[in-house]
Structure formats: C-alpha cells, structure tokens
C-alpha cells in the first residue's frame, strides 16, 4: 500500500498561542514513523524545546505521537487506527498543545489522520431469512441488514449488489445520517409449486483501491397465500428526547395494520437495526409497538438516532418504518479543567501581565452549555484572560509584595453558561519569592540609655533591635556604629556595637564630670544585594557618681580674721564658699563647725550657717572669751556615701592690732625678762653694725673701681632715695576681717623653762603660739628696738 504524508502548515498568533502547525499523515504509520519537524515549522530552534521543557499535551489520554527535543521531530509513537479513534467522524484529527516554561508559550499542532482502505464492509450477520408468500404482491420490500464500514469517504461503503435478479432487485434508500438503507423489492410473483426456496447473496462493497466487499447469504422461503402484508401508518416517526431521561420512559409508538385476518394479520414489531447502538438503547414492545428508553443518552457523543421498524404477520408478510430521535442537550456536564503549564514561584518584582499559569478548560455540552468564564477572586492581585478558545492565562494583574502575603492559594472556578450552571475548581498554590525591597526598621525611632560614671569597659548599655520585612538573606540584619565625633574624639573609642545582637557596650569608664551625655547614630543593614539600611540615634546619659569631694574656694587657706568685741549677735565674720563638681544631690552641701577653740562659760560664740556657709557669732562678745578663737568647718556634701572636706578659720577677737599684739606679750613675759631681753637686743645691734660697717667698705671698694674705669661718670654725689618704714594701719573698722597679714618675731625668754619663741600674732594657718606674759617695759623695750634697727636700715639704703 502506498503511504503518504501531507503537510499543511498554518501559522498565526492569538494571545499567548504564538504559532499553528497542521499535519496530514495516514493511519496505519509504523512506529516511529515521521510527522513533521516542528522546530522548522514553527520557527522554534531545537535549544529553545530543550530548554523549555517542550512538553505535549492531548485532549484525549492516548499518546499516539511524541516529540523529540533534540531534533524538534513529532513521530509516531504507537499505530493510529482511524477507526478507533475518530469512528465515522470525518475529518479525523489529534488536537496537540506544545508547551514550553521559562517563558511560558505553547503552540497548537493538528494532525488529521487520513483513511486507509484497511477495512471490507462487513454484516452482522451472516445470513438473513425470510418467508414470503407466494401470493406477495410485485414490488413488496423486505429490509436487508446495512453492511458496515468502520471506513469513511471513498473508502467507505459505497454500494449493494443482490444476486440473482429473477425475483428481487435492490432498492437503497439515502438515511438522513448519510447511510443507504438497503430494501429487496420484489419484482417477479413467486411460484411456491415451481420453487419453494430462493438463495441468494447480498454483496456490499467499498470505492477504495482495491475494492473490498462484504457478502451475506439471504435465504428466502416461499409461503403459502398471505396477500395483504402489514402497512405502517407513517413511513417517518419523528421524536426529540432529552440525553437525560430515565430508562424505561416510553419515547414513542407505531402502528401497522394487516387486512388479513387470523393468524395472518397479526402484526408484530421489531427493531431492525444491526449496525449501531439502537437495539442497546432503544425498545420495541412486540405486541403494542411502544418504542421505550432502555439505555443511557448521551448528547455529546450522538445527537441523533434512527430506529427501522419492521412490521411481521404470521404469514411472512412485512412493512418498515423509520422513527428518527433527536437528542437535546442539557447541562449535565461540569467544566474540566486541565493545568496545562504552570509556575510554582514568581519574583515579587514582576511586572504585571506575567503569565503565572495557562489552562485549558473541556466542556463537552452544546451551545451555552458549552461556553465557559473561568474567574478568580477578586481581592487578589491576578486576573484571568481568555487567550483563545478553551485556554485561559492567569497572569498578574498588579504589584506583588511577599511581606504582606508569601503565598497564594489561588483558587480558580470555571462555569458554563448553561441552567441550571454547573462548574469546576482547582486551587493554585503560588509562592512569593522575595527580593530585597524592605530596609531594616528599628523599633523605636530613638533610643535613650543611661549609664553610671566610672563604669567598667564592656558593659553593655542598651540593646538596639531592627526588623526587615524581607525573607532570609534579605532580611538578616547587621549593626554597624556609624563614624562620627564625640567631643573631638571618634564615637568608636566610646562605644561599641556588636554587629549580630545589637548591643551597645562601652569602651572605656566614662567620667560624669567630663561628658554628661554621648550622642551617636547606629546603622542597621540587611544583607541583600544591593543591601539596605537605616540609621537612628541613641542617647547615653551618663548619670553622676559622689566620687569628688567639696572643694573650698573660700577663704583661702592660711586666713584669719578680726572680730570687733563690740560685735553683736549675727555679726558676719566670714563666709565659707565651697563647691562640688558632682551634680544633683552629690552636690548638695551643708555646713558644720567641726571643732572650736576659747571660749566661756556662755557656750560657743561662733555658728556656721548650714547651707549658706555664712559665720555669724551667736552672742554678744565678753571678756572672758579668749582673744584668738581657732574653729575647724566640715562642707560635706548629700552623697551615699558622701564626702566632706575641712577648711581652718583663725579668728581674733580685738578692737584693734595692738591689742592683740599686747595681748600676746602680756601672756607670755615675767618681770625678770626684761634683762635677758636687752641682752638679745645689744647682741642684734652690734650684729647689725658690723653688717653695716661690711657693707659700707664693701660699696666705697666698688665705688673706687667703678670711677677709676670710668674717669668721666659718676662724678657728682649719689642721690638720697628716702626710705620710710611701713606703717601698720588699724583697718578692724566695719569689715570685720583682717585685710593684711601682719607678723613680729621676737626673742623671748620664759623665766621657768628658758624657752625662745618666736611667732606671728595671728598666723595664716590658724595655730595657736605659747608667748610668755610680760609687763609694760617689755613693749617699750621692743619700740626703742625697732626704731634702732629702722634707722640702720634707712642708713643702708641712702648709700645703696
């Protein structure tokens, strides 16, 4: 036999279908017979079927071609039988759909399948029989069986031959489905006395090439006289059923009458179809001729069907009928969905119109029944669009964002247009991937920390916490310490973060009264290519710590002061300043007198203010209380544990500086002082002369030497520079304080133990001096001695 193969190719592009291809080969094609080469057809090179994962897909489940990949080949991949793929319909075709990912397309390929003359028109049956009476009239018909041929076109069955043609002839009948009813006419009166059986021999054959033919055997016996065969009251039965009516619903009834009578004219009925499905479906009641429903309907796969009828009497006499049955459609079938291509995972970042999913969706019903709307819900960012018919994409129809929904179960409902509508689901599941689009967010927008002075380095201050919406590598955050400046030094040497947890340590001890506050800014930054990140200022307080104590700035030490005895209480003597570096509590201070020196039997004379510093005398001034007071003031400050510092405040209680320079004397000197006194002061003077005499030779030595250089200078007399003494001054007016430190030194001698003291009246440092008490001639002595020792001295300085 002679194989062929025609192609046809037809390309167009509609939505995503990019491309049509339609083959024609022959049925019967060995295995691995070529189809065509769809990398060529369809202008797809060989490497994009590869790496699109080029897949086929069939409406129906026989694979009956495949592909290859590496060479874009369709073959045949199991025999195709016209016949018992497509039946009678023609044209027959395998519907295919290419797909191929990354990006998703798919192409359309149609491959009609071309009969062969491989099957001879058969019967069902191998021989018919009939009686017929001698007495049948010419031109009585008597329905043959219809040979069948699974082949379609020219190489179906084409005509009937009967042999011999004495009696009868055929006579063929075009049905509405396009078949040839077959009837026996006869055309010459039997003879039963000259012959009672007849033999002949049906012939069906095709128009293929070569010829096939199908025989049946028909054997006739000739009857005795029954002249009046049956005669049905319509030749054409028409009646619509619905493909869902139950089985057993009477669909229709004939009728045939017999003038006979007796045996003769009863009519009995039977279904004479042999070729199809109808005696499987369909019913006839022998006696009533009630066609009942005894199968199931199926619009989609018949829509209509044609029942012969034959009426019999007893004595061999028939007549035929039709009953053609339209089948109406109704919604009985739901919507198949079939998942044709499909992503698993999309980019957060893709732009909307990306094709995430195609699907091709069966019905097999008829006008509305048959049109679908496939739709999703509506608060979800994608959209359903019909590409072409029975396919539909799920593309995006907006912004994806994975922090506000990683995953989508995305549940897609196709219905028909038909009532009451029927409709199929499936659900998607579509994973968000992520891509780096969110920056680490802190969870505050500021952090404020506080810390004690003189902590300890390492500690850790505060611990700061950034979230980033993304997902794994884009969202593992890292801290970093920003490069700034803190008082003239990097914020590094301050502080550090530790780029995992957070946390804010400290580098060094921190010193309240150096820095108060640390101010600086920490970056949180993702781990996304490119990476994001954020910033946010943390504040360190640096709390205070009583680690300084009060420092007195006043008075300054050594100090004294002079107290009129004329004083009143509250009189101001001094007041004592004091100050502490620290702050807040640790800096408040309070002030005590710690010890107090003289006094009387009236209790203390002297109190300090306790939180102004003044000292104010409690009482009125008497002459019991001793001339020099020496008192020792406590500044503590409001710290816990707190600190506390000392200052001295000498105080001398007189109206005047003699008074207390007498004072001193008249304590410390006895009468017989008075000799041992003029022996130190004789001893002083002749000292002092013998300086002076020194001094004198010495400057007329220099004068000598310096004239006999210079002949011409310093001819004329030295000038006379005069000199005068200081002069104590009496300043114990109205300020209550002694201005100027005064000091005398004088030689003293203690009559009991022999003992030379020399000190100052009233000393810086506040310390009392034993000075022996003497009388009247000792002061004078003392004048008469510093006249004497003023005048050497003014002496000296006129030569000088």
Request: proline share 4%; glycine share 6%; aromatic share 8%.
């Amino acid at each position: 036999m002679k194989r062929y193969v025609l192609l046809f190719v037809w390309a167009y592009f509609v939505g995503s279908v990019l491309g049509q291809v339609t083959y024609s080969i022959p049925e019967e094609m060995s295995k691995g017979s070529l189809v065509g080469n769809v990398a060529q057809d369809l202008g797809v090179g060989v490497k994009r079927l590869q790496s699109g994962k080029a897949r086929i897909y069939t409406e129906g489940n026989a694979d009956f071609v495949e592909l290859h990949t590496d060479s874009g080949a369709l073959v045949v991949r199991e025999r195709i039988d016209r016949e018992a793929l497509c039946g009678q319909t023609a044209p027959c075709a395998l519907h295919l759909q290419i797909t191929l990912e990354d990006p998703i397309e798919f192409y359309t390929v149609t491959v009609e399948i071309h009969d062969m003359n491989d099957n001879a028109p058969t019967f069902k049956k191998g021989e018919m029989t009939f009686k017929i009476s001698e007495s049948a009239v010419i031109g009585a018909k008597f329905v043959l069986e219809r040979a069948a041929d699974f082949d379609v076109g020219v190489n179906g069955l084409q005509g009937y031959s009967l042999k011999p043609t004495d009696h009868f002839h055929l006579k063929l009948q075009n049905q509405q489905d396009g078949s040839k009813g077959v009837e026996m006419v006869l055309r010459k009166t039997l003879d039963r006395e000259a012959k009672e059986h007849h033999a002949l021999i049906l012939t069906a054959a095709d128009g293929g090439d070569p010829q096939l033919t199908g025989t049946m055997r028909v054997e006739i016996d000739v009857l005795d006289a029954n002249d009046n065969p049956p005669v049905f009251t319509q030749e054409v039965y028409r009646v619509t059923v619905m493909e869902t009516a139950p089985k057993g619903i009477s669909i229709s009834a004939v009728s045939a009458v017999d003038a006979d009578e007796g045996s003769n004219g009863k009519v009995t009925y039977s279904i004479a179809n042999t070729v199809d499905d109808v005696p499987v479906i369909f019913q006839i009641d022998r006696e009533n001729g009630l066609v009942s429903l005894i199968g199931s309907l199926d619009y989609e796969k018949v829509h209509h069907y044609e029942i012969f009828v034959q009426a019999s009497d007893d004595g061999g006499l028939t007549d035929s009928c039709r009953i053609i049955v339209e089948v109406t459609d109704t919604n009985d079938n739901a919507p198949v969905i079939n998942v044709m291509s499909k992503t698993s995972s999309i980019s957060e970042n893709s732009t909307p119109g990306t094709v995430v999913t195609i699907l091709n969706v069966q019905d097999p019903d008829s006008a509305e029944n048959g049109h679908v709307a496939c739709f999703i819900d509506e608060n979800l960012p994608f959209l359903m669009k019909s590409t072409s018919k029975k396919f539909f994409s799920l593309v995006t129809d907006g912004d994806l964002d994975r922090e506000r929904s990683a995953e989508y179960n995305i549940s897609v409902t196709c219905c028909d247009e038909g009532v009451a509508s029927l409709s199929s689901s499936v659900t998607l599941t579509l994973r968000i991937s992520d891509v780096n689009d969110n920056a680490p967010v802190f969870q505050r927008s500021s952090y404020e920390a506080s810390v004690v002075e003189n902590n300890t380095p390492g500690l850790s201050i505060v611990t700061l916490r950034a979230r980033d919406a993304d997902w794994g590598q884009n969202a593992r955050v890292s801290y970093i310490l920003e490069d700034s400046s803190v008082n003239g030094a990097p914020a590094s040497s301050f502080v550090s973060v530790n780029a995992q947890s957070g946390v804010v340590s400290a580098v060094r001890s921190f010193d309240y009264e150096r820095m108060k506050r640390l101010d600086f800014a920490v970056r949180a930054q993702d781990g996304g290519s490119p990476p994001l990140c954020s910033n946010v200022s943390v504040g360190v307080l640096i709390r205070d710590q009583n680690d300084n104590a009060p420092q007195v700035l006043y008075p300054v030490q050594p100090h004294a002061e002079m107290v009129p005895r004329s004083a009143d209480a509250g009189y101001l003597v001094t007041k004592v300043v004091a100050v502490d570096v620290d702050s807040g509590q640790n800096a408040w201070l309070s002030y005590k007198v710690q010890h107090k020196f003289g006094g009387a039997d009236r209790g203390a004379l002297f109190e300090v203010g306790l939180h102004n510093g003044e000292m104010r005398t409690v009482r009125q001034v008497t002459d019991k209380d001793a001339v020099k007071q020496r008192l020792t003031v406590v500044v503590e400050d409001n710290g816990q544990p707190s600190r506390s510092a000392t200052v001295a405040v000498n105080v001398a209680l007189a109206d005047g500086f003699p008074e207390v320079l007498r004072s001193e004397f008249a304590d410390d000197f006895s009468e017989d002082y008075d000799d041992r006194l003029t022996f130190y002061l004789v001893s002083a003077l002749a000292a002092v002369s013998f300086l002076f005499v020194a001094c004198l030779l010495l400057i007329v030595s220099l004068k000598v030497y310096r004239w006999r250089r210079s002949r011409v200078l310093y001819r004329s007399d030295l000038p006379v520079i005069p000199y005068y003494p200081p002069r104590y001054c009496d300043t114990l007016g109205t300020a209550g304080t002694l201005p100027h430190v005064y000091s005398y030194e004088a030689a003293k001698s203690h009559v009991t133990n022999t003992q030379a003291v020399s000190q100052s009246l009233v000393s810086v440092d506040g310390a009392d001096a034993d000075v022996p008490h003497g009388g009247e001639q000792t002061s004078g002595n003392c004048s008469r001695m510093s006249t004497l020792v003023s005048q050497m001295f003014h002496l000296f300085s006129a030569y000088m």
